[in-house]
């Protein structure tokens, strides 16, 4: 059987996305920082919007901005780590920009590529070509590998902040490396799954990860191999029935991947004291 090129395209930028999304989701949920992947959502959507607006790659506006502003987020926090008050006021700031570049595009473009909005927001991975494909799988293969080296000291400072700054541990560099990361795989996962569905793909398969075991590490692989068999199984389905959108079928998947899981622990007997 001869697969055509784009679902080749879109296995490749998709297995590359969905593992670095499966590892930032996984301490993103562990640090309590889902909020913030809502934000960098908006944040993804505004910066794409803005470059079209200004007549250049799209990319250039989703990374900027999704990676600037997590910085942004982690520098107004405690340790690297923004609280809900910051992340609430950078979130409505920015959907407020996001509504200003969008009549922008929309007033300048109206005779021009009106797909190119909808794409922002939900995804356009069965779109990407071969050039694309390759870049999306090589900067996600980059956030990937930065993130597996920080794993370890990452990993304490989540959990015990204080006695890892106690120890030597640069608490608020790893926050901010994170939150660079995180803003990285945002701008980088939007073309999966759009920019208003990223957080279904960044937080799901951690929180189903998290459901079924307690072991960090364990938890952080299951994290990642969920992401990419969801991603897989999702551009399968939306292959194999055309009208269902390959966004759909992702979070579709994802979401109910999670819910077993929360439904089968809540079934699990508790020990008794």
């Known amino acids: 059987m001869t697969w055509p090129p784009f679902l080749l395209h879109a296995l490749l930028a998709g297995t590359a996305i969905a593992a670095a999304a499966g590892l930032i989701g996984y301490f993103a949920v562990l ?53 809900d008050i910051v992340i609430g006021t950078v979130f409505a700031w920015i959907l407020g920009l996001g509504v200003f570049f969008l009549t922008l595009y929309t007033t300048n473009n109206s005779t021009g590529n009106g797909n190119a909005g909808v794409s922002v927001l939900f995804g356009s991975i069965f779109g990407l070509n071969r050039s694309a494909a390759l870049t999306a799988a090589i900067v996600a293969a980059v956030i990937a590998a930065a993130m597996i080296v920080i794993a370890r000291p990452l990993l304490f400072a989540s959990i015990e902040g204080a006695v890892a700054a106690a120890r030597g541990v640069p608490v608020r560099m790893l926050g901010y490396g994170f939150l660079a990361l995180f803003g990285a795989a945002a701008a980088e996962a939007s073309q999966a799954v759009g920019a208003l569905l990223l957080l279904g793909l960044l937080a799901a398969p951690a929180g189903t990860a998290q459901c079924l075991t307690t072991r960090p590490y364990p938890a952080l692989f299951l994290s990642v191999g969920l992401a990419v068999a969801e991603v897989w199984a999702g551009l399968a389905l939306s292959y194999t029935v055309p009208a269902l959108p390959p966004s759909f079928a ?20 508790h020990s008794p004291p």
Do not use: M
């Open 250 to 269: 992702i979070l579709a998947l994802t979401t109910g991947g999670y819910a077993l899981a929360l439904l089968r622990t809540r079934r699990r007997p």
């Open 31 to 83: 640090r309590a920082q889902v909020f913030t992947g809502d934000a960098l959502s908006h944040v993804a959507f505004t910066g794409a919007l803005a470059a079209l607006a200004l007549g250049v790659d799209e990319r250039l506006g989703l990374f900027a901005a999704t990676i600037g502003v997590g910085v942004a987020l982690g520098a107004l926090g405690d340790r690297g780590r923004a609280d």
